[in-house]
């Protein structure tokens, strides 16, 4: 199993412009998430979906598009690229709470994002 | 204020030696989970040690213990017999089921730790 995969791994963007990070889980997960992390601050949520064709704001959503058009996928999608929005981009999957245990979240290798 | 509190942004520890990572929680929620987890300097997050609020034992794997005072609100991370490989980011998240939907996690800042010969 490959578990959580992220593309692309790195990019570079110019301010203004569009792009889609692609999010991909083969564990059969209900649940997946975006957050972003930045130095100091730790992860904080962007979005997140709870099920397919369902997505929900967390805490930093601004800025920030989603769609899990597929179970096994989550996209997140900048549509005018700022300076901001700099920052490692982490994709996660978790089971729902319904089947009990720790229910950890799994996370992907990170996408380096960099907006000049 | 802050959900998730980690007060040590960097830690010394000599291998072998145990050391243990500050977490305090704020929460009115009688129903949680904490979690620790760990990044290396390649960056990928590694899933440590889970405690839930209504666990009457603290959670061990391993290396890993979990100290967790409920009435003071803390979940410290212990490891045991460091090793260098223990050099790393870790990070503390809470889970509070009242935020409803999702199994959403707030994270604290981070303690960067490293293990010294």
């Known amino acids: 199993n490959a578990g959580v995969t992220q593309t692309p791994k790195f990019r570079v963007l110019k301010t203004g412009q569009s792009m889609t990070l692609l999010c991909a889980q083969d564990?059969?997960?209900?649940?997946m998430y975006w957050y972003r992390q930045d130095p100091g601050m730790g992860l904080r949520l962007i979005h997140y979906?709870?099920?397919?064709?369902?997505?929900a704001k967390g805490e930093v959503p601004d800025g920030y598009n989603v769609s899990r058009l597929k179970k096994q996928n989550f996209l997140l999608g900048l549509e005018s690229a700022a300076p901001s929005q700099t920052s490692v981009y982490f994709c996660?999957?978790?089971?729902?709470?319904?089947?009990?245990?720790?229910?950890?979240?799994?996370f992907g290798p990170g996408t380096r994002l960099t907006v000049l | 204020a802050q959900k998730i509190t980690q007060t040590q942004p960097g830690m010394f520890v000599q291998e072998k030696e145990a050391v243990t990572l500050d977490c305090t929680y704020d929460?009115?929620?009688?129903?949680?989970?904490l979690f620790w987890y760990k990044q290396p300097s390649s960056g990928e997050m590694i899933f440590l040690i889970y405690?839930?609020?209504?666990?009457?034992q603290n959670a061990t794997e391993g290396r890993y213990s979990l100290n967790f005072q409920k009435a003071r609100k803390s979940a410290n991370l212990v490891i045991s017999a460091s090793q260098l490989g223990d050099s790393a980011m870790y990070f503390c998240?809470?889970?509070?089921?009242?935020?409803?939907?999702?199994?959403?996690?707030?994270f604290g800042t981070g303690t960067q730790l490293k293990v010294e010969l």
């Open positions: 998240a809470m889970r509070e089921a009242r935020t409803g939907g999702g199994n959403k996690l707030t």
């Open positions: 564990m059969n997960h209900e649940y």
């Open positions: 996660a999957s978790s089971y729902s709470l319904k089947t009990g245990g720790d229910n950890e979240q799994f």
């Open positions: 929460t009115s929620d009688p129903s949680y989970g």
């Open positions: 405690q839930g609020s209504y666990d009457q």
């Open positions: 979906s709870v099920g397919e064709g369902t997505t």
